[in-house]
């Protein structure tokens, strides 16, 4: 695999909790459009008028083009340099964002096991049009900076002195068609101003675990309720159906905890 990320990408993940690149997969971003589009007019109507956000998770199980994307280079060269060859597919969702989102985590907090969160943007997004923002370093869990982050936003209802959402400092990651944007689960995010039907489909990964480390992704994959249907798509789903040896590799720890159906 000839894409990995740099040193000095993998110590700013490290360090601040994301990574961005920019036009990495503009040259699919036709096709990832069109079967966006294909699954959220099964999956959640045509009708959908942006009155709510609208999630389909597991998402990119219901379309082959999408699945191919686990083997795209640049995706799984960015989850390998970060979990190493034996990294594991844990999720993926599809949305139709609406409104704000206020900030959070995307894991209970300290963070039990790692997951990183890859977000591929549809629409040209700004810092007040609902623009991804994130909080760099806000990920550190056990650190003075993060966990002051994590309790003015989690547990004190008059954080800094009553200042509103949209002014917390911190980065927007503005965004054109195409981009791809990689954030640890603990990085506290949100965004602001966003449109009625802004889109944005996710692929989220995690280290092959072992010992209590896999118990508690087993019990994470239990508590979503997803069965093997719901996740493969199985009988003749593409996920598996069109999975070579080293797809079928990164998929194996949901293949051992999924249960049957």
């Given amino acids: 695999m000839s894409f990995r990320l740099t040193p000095g990408q993998l110590a700013f993940m490290e360090t601040f909790g994301y990574l961005s690149f920019p036009g990495l997969l503009k040259d699919r971003l036709q096709a990832i459009e069109q079967a966006f589009e294909e699954i959220m007019a099964v999956k959640g109507g045509p009708d959908h008028q942006g009155l709510k956000r609208l999630a389909v998770a597991p998402f990119l199980n219901h379309h082959p083009y999408l699945c191919s994307l686990l083997d795209d280079e640049h995706i799984a060269g960015i989850a390998e340099s970060l979990m190493g060859p034996d990294y594991q597919y844990w999720n993926s969702d599809g949305n139709y964002y609406v409104g704000d989102t206020p900030w959070h985590s995307d894991t209970s907090w300290p963070e039990p096991i790692r997951f990183y969160k890859m977000g591929i943007y549809l629409d040209p997004l700004r810092a007040d049009t609902g623009a991804l923002r994130i909080i760099p370093g806000s990920h550190r869990f056990g650190e003075g900076f993060a966990e002051s982050v994590h ?39 949100s965004a602001w101003g966003g449109s009625e039907k802004r889109r944005m489909f996710t692929i989220v990964f995690t280290p092959k675990h072992t010992g209590a480390d896999a118990d508690h992704f087993k019990e994470i994959v239990r508590s979503h309720r997803y069965t093997t249907r719901e996740v493969f798509g199985i009988p003749g789903g593409p996920l598996l159906a069109m999975a070579s040896p080293e797809r079928l590799r990164h998929l194996s720890q949901l293949l051992e905890h999924v249960p049957a159906a």
């Fill in 151 to 189: 309790a003015q936003l989690t547990t004190n209802k008059e954080s800094w002195g009553g200042l509103k959402g949209s002014e917390v400092p911190a980065l927007a990651l503005e965004t054109e068609p195409g981009d791809l944007v990689m954030f640890n689960h603990s990085t506290k995010h």
